[in-house]
């Protein structure tokens, strides 16, 4: 029987706070859970003998680092394992990966993040963890093609071919509401990951 991905849900933890985010995620969103959740949905994996690589999704699945090292820790490198990130981490890649094994990397980028991530930072980001061996993935949230097309001229001619998709009518983004005059995408200086919830080094999140 063929092996297939398993992807984790990790929470609606993260450090955006994004108009057009399916699952209304942010700085106070839930966290996965209990070191006796972890156990749980390790022996549920091991168990089901179906699973070749776990895939991490959230949220911002590195902002939960601890919980992705305690399933590592207990699953071994008899699987292969992923991320999808808003590649916050693009100027201390490194930060991330010598902590995590990751085989392969989904950066999800829109336009409305631009004063944060410019799209040349989400190449860098992308050019670093292919040379550390990582499979890398983009996907690119549009609201309008047209206007996004210089964006993705970008990304082509740097090597990459993302997968385009265009917001849905969920989470925080409402029907009734123009997406790319609402948008109202923010960072939130509370990231979890760094010491008494505070962010030590504010400078990895200026896109230059």
């Keep these: 029987m063929e092996k297939r991905t398993l992807h984790v849900f990790l929470g609606r933890l993260c450090n955006f706070t994004c108009t057009h985010c399916i699952n209304d995620s942010g700085p106070d969103g839930n966290s996965f859970g209990s070191t006796e959740a972890v156990k749980s949905l390790c022996k549920q994996i091991s168990e089901s003998k ?57 950066i999800s980028y829109d336009s409305y993040r631009k004063a944060f991530i410019k799209p040349k930072n989400i190449i860098e980001l992308a050019n670093s963890l292919k040379n550390q061996g990582i499979k890398v993935e983009v996907t690119y949230v549009a609201a309008d093609l047209k206007t996004n097309v210089d964006d993705l001229l970008e990304f082509k001619s740097a090597g990459f071919n993302p997968f385009v998709c265009q917001p849905i009518e969920s989470g925080r983004y409402k029907a009734s509401s123009s997406l790319v005059n609402m948008e109202d995408t923010t960072k939130d200086f509370r990231c979890p990951i760094f010491k008494n919830g505070k962010i030590s080094q504010p400078d990895l999140y200026i896109a230059n």
Excluded at 87 to 94: A, C, L
């Design 50 to 106: 179906t699973y070749s690589t776990i895939h991490f999704n959230g949220g911002e699945p590195s902002l939960q680092m601890k919980t992705i090292l305690e399933i590592q820790s207990i699953l071994g490198d008899s699987y292969k394992y992923g991320i999808t990130t808003n590649g916050w981490f693009y100027r201390n890649p490194n930060y991330i990966l010598s902590k995590m094994s990751l085989d392969n990397v989904n």
